[in-house]
T-cell receptor, first 110, second 112 residues
Framework: EDQVTQSPEALRLQEGESSSLNCSYT??????LFWYRQDPGKGPEFLFT???AGEEKEKERLKATLTKKESFLHITAPKPEDSATYLC???????????FGQGTRLTINP | EAGVAQSPRYKIIEKRQSVAFWCNPI?????LYWYQQILGQGPKLLIQ????????DSQLPKDRFSAERLKGVDSTLKIQPAKLEDSAVYLC??????????FGPGTRLLVL
C-alpha cells in the first residue's frame, strides 16, 4: 500500500528564518510527487510536481527537491503570508489518484 | 477559467440525518474526484469518476455513502444516514486525463 508521511506536523518560524519540510514515501512505481498549499477554509492549491530523483523546482521563496525515498520543501526567508498547511501527495502505478500525507502546518511569526 | 465549484460551503446536521453535496468541475475535465479531509489529516480519496464511470471507489463506505455523476459533468455525493465520524471537509477535484488535479473550496460538514 502506498504511504506518505510528512514531518514535522507543525512548525513555527520567525519571519526570515529558513527551514525545510520533509515528505517521505513508500510507493510502487512513482509517477509523480506533488506539493500543495492549503489555507484555512480553502481547498489545496497546486505548487509543484516532481517526477524523478534529483529534480528540483522553485517558486518565489519555495524550492522542492526529490530523492528516491523523500522530498523536501525548502522555504527561504519566509514571510507571514507563507503561513499555511503544506500537503505532499504521490501518484503511483496506473492510478490517477493522489495519496496524501497528513500535512505540515507552518506558521510564520512577524 | 472558472474553478471547481462546490455547494453548500457549510452544513450542520444531526446524526442519522441525510445530506448531499454538489460539485461542478472545470469545463472539459473528464476526471472527477471526491476526497474526505478530517481535521488535522490529509485528504483521503472516496471515489473517482472518469466521465460517467467509476474508476475507484475502494475507500467509499458504501453502506452509507453514494455518489453519481450524471452526463459526465456535475456530481453529487450523498451520506445516508450520517454518523458523528463523518464530520469533515468534503473536497471535490477535477483533472484532464492523467494531468494536474484542481480542487474546489470544499464543503465543511458537522454532524451533531
Amino acid at each position: 500500500e502506498d504511504q506518505v508521511t510528512q514531518s514535522p506536523e507543525a512548525l513555527r518560524l520567525q519571519e526570515g528564518e529558513s527551514s525545510s519540510l520533509n515528505c517521505s514515501y513508500t510507493v510502487s512505481g512513482l509517477r509523480g510527487l506533488f506539493w500543495y498549499r492549503q489555507d484555512p477554509g480553502k481547498g489545496p492549491e497546486f505548487l509543484f510536481t516532481l517526477y524523478s530523483a534529483g529534480e528540483e523546482k522553485e517558486k518565489e521563496r519555495l524550492k522542492a527537491t526529490l530523492t528516491k525515498k523523500e522530498s523536501f520543501l525548502h522555504i527561504t526567508a519566509p514571510k507571514p503570508e507563507d503561513s499555511a498547511t503544506y500537503l505532499c501527495a504521490v501518484q503511483a502505478g496506473r492510478a490517477q489518484k493522489l495519496v496524501f500525507g497528513q500535512g505540515t502546518r507552518l506558521t510564520i511569526n512577524p | 477559467e472558472a474553478g471547481v465549484a462546490q455547494s453548500p460551503r457549510y452544513k450542520i446536521i444531526e446524526k442519522r440525518q441525510s445530506v448531499a453535496f454538489w460539485c461542478n468541475p472545470i469545463s472539459g475535465h473528464a476526471t472527477l474526484y471526491w476526497y474526505q479531509q478530517i481535521l488535522g489529516q490529509g485528504p483521503k480519496l472516496l471515489i473517482q469518476f472518469q466521465n460517467n464511470g467509476v474508476v475507484d471507489d475502494s475507500q467509499l463506505p458504501k453502506d452509507r455513502f453514494s455518489a453519481e455523476r450524471l452526463k459526465g459533468v456535475d456530481s453529487t455525493l450523498k451520506i445516508q444516514p450520517a454518523k458523528l465520524e463523518d464530520s469533515a471537509v468534503y473536497l471535490c477535484a477535477s483533472s484532464l486525463e492523467r494531468t494536474l488535479m484542481y480542487f474546489g473550496p470544499g464543503t465543511r460538514l458537522l454532524v451533531l
